[in-house]
């Protein structure tokens, strides 16, 4: 039994040092797979472009950048009145 016992133990430690050996070489670190995303592809350029989709593309980018800098004064805001409560 104790011979048993002790051949039990070698293989588990044999299997702990291949196991060591996979951690060390990064084998067993999961890596998260890249999601594949269907982007519309855009309307191909005819040499114009309308003042009306100029007009809406910036003011597109300008709505977007107002809800950001919004966003970055909520933030502030946060960090100051979580720094008063503390004092």
């Known amino acids: 039994m104790v011979t048993t016992l002790k051949k039990e133990i070698n293989e588990i ?3 702990l040092k291949i196991f060591e050996a996979a951690i060390g070489n990064g084998m067993l670190a999961s890596k998260p797979k890249q999601q594949v995303m269907d982007v519309p592809k855009p309307k191909t350029f005819k040499e114009t472009r309308s003042s009306s989709e ?3 593309f910036l003011w597109a980018m300008e709505q977007y950048f107002r ?3 919004m966003k970055d004064d909520a933030t502030k805001y946060a ?3 979580a720094r ?3 004092r």
């Open 13 to 15: 430690k044999g299997e």
């Open 54 to 56: 100029v007009d809406n």
């Open 67 to 69: 809800t950001m800098n």
């Open 79 to 81: 960090e100051d009145e």
């Open 84 to 86: 008063a409560k503390l």
